[in-house]
């Protein structure tokens, strides 16, 4: 009984050694299971990270990765638009968010991603920072020595506000 056992266990293993899924697995592309109130699940995209940029496929749209389950990955769309809908495709960018900053944003008007809704040339930016960034220590801050008046007496009196930071 148990040579027939071993012989069995030896026979699948060949067995599953020799097989070959005819299924292709493409990197970098998922599919939106669900989508609700500009939140997306993606199946299918397993090298997903935490802030990641993901474009969706035949739309323009791009979406946030903010959370990663063991089998999907949630995702806030940026820019909405009436073609999304579940059975899309979703493509990695491997890119986390970053917006444009510098001169060149001065007396522009531009949404939270830094793209321009006054309907002038593209912002010429010479840099772009992340926006998930970590701010710096307090040592390293400049210190608040500049009291600032809000002309409310109670509230000049009860929270000391000063230049630089939201409260001494």
């Known amino acids: 009984m148990e040579k027939s056992l071993q012989t069995l266990v030896s026979q699948l293993d060949k067995t599953l050694s020799q097989f070959e899924s005819g299924a292709e697995k ?3 592309r998922g599919v939106i299971s669900s989508y609700k109130d500009g939140v997306i699940e993606i199946q299918g995209l397993e090298t997903l990270k935490m802030n990641e940029v993901v474009e969706i496929e035949g739309t323009g749209s791009r979406a946030l990765v903010l959370n990663l389950e063991l089998d999907a990955a949630l995702a806030v769309v940026l820019n909405k638009s009436p073609e ?3 059975g899309l495709f ?3 960018t491997g890119e986390t968010l970053r917006v444009p900053v510098g001169d060149g944003l001065i007396g522009r008007v531009v949404n939270p991603l830094g793209v321009p809704l006054d ?3 593209p912002i010429a930016a010479k840099d772009h920072y992340l926006v998930e960034k970590t701010a710096s220590g307090v040592v390293a801050r400049q210190p608040v020595d500049q009291p600032v008046q809000t002309g409310i007496l109670a509230i000049d009196g009860l929270i000391p506000i000063g230049r630089g930071q939201r409260e001494l």
């Open 119 to 121: 309907g002038k040339a």
């Open 26 to 28: 493409k990197e970098g």
């Open 90 to 92: 979703v493509a990695s």
């Open 84 to 86: 999304i809908k579940e």
